[in-house]
């Protein structure tokens, strides 16, 4: 949802704050992080998406 909510604000050409910028740039390390280290035995997508 945050990342939407991000994406939204930068396609009306709205600037993000510095704590919203530092929330986007955790967020895409989480995702990074999850997406090297993800396999299809150690279900791990099925953890990191909520329900």
């Known amino acids: 949802q945050k990342l939407t909510e991000f994406i939204i604000k930068l396609s009306k050409d709205e600037e993000l704050k510095d704590d919203q910028l530092k929330e986007l740039?955790?967020?895409?390390?989480?995702?990074s992080d999850h997406v090297s280290s993800r396999t299809l035995d150690n279900k791990q997508d099925k953890n990191f998406f909520p329900r």
């Open 25 to 31: 740039s955790d967020l895409q390390k989480k995702f």
